[in-house]
Nanobody, 123 residues
């Protein structure tokens, strides 16, 4: 059974940082593209960042470029999202996702999703 477990969310003040992690189990992690989506209250889920199987290619949403960095550790079956200079607009539930290709991940049609972790940024 595939499981994606997010961690690292919380309440922070604007300008601060958080590092989200997502540990995968039940799949061959190194053959999956990985990504992060978020959903703010009253809004649709949106793409944030994705990383290829080997980690050599990343895609990041324009509005978070320069602030958010996605990385992965295939030995630890874990993908990370480093979020710096957080803004109140970043407040959302952040979801980890795993897909067969980077295109599948960025398109939001991944095979597997985590339960999400809440990130709240106060002004």
């Amino acid at each position: 059974q595939v499981r994606l477990a997010e961690a690292g969310g919380g309440l922070v003040q604007a300008g601060n940082s958080l590092r989200l992690s997502c540990e995968a189990a039940g799949l061959t992690f190194s053959i999956f593209g990985m990504g992060w989506f978020r959903q703010a209250p009253g809004k649709e889920r949106e793409f944030v960042a994705a990383i290829s199987r080997s980690g050599d290619t990343t895609v990041v949403k324009d509005s978070v470029k320069g602030r958010f960095t996605i990385s992965r550790d295939n030995a630890e079956n874990t993908v990370y999202l480093q979020m710096n200079s957080l803004k109140p607009d970043d407040t959302a539930i952040y979801y980890c996702t795993a897909g067969r290709t980077l295109a599948v991940v960025t398109g939001g049609s991944s095979d597997y999703w985590g339960q999400g972790t809440q990130v709240t940024v106060s002004s």
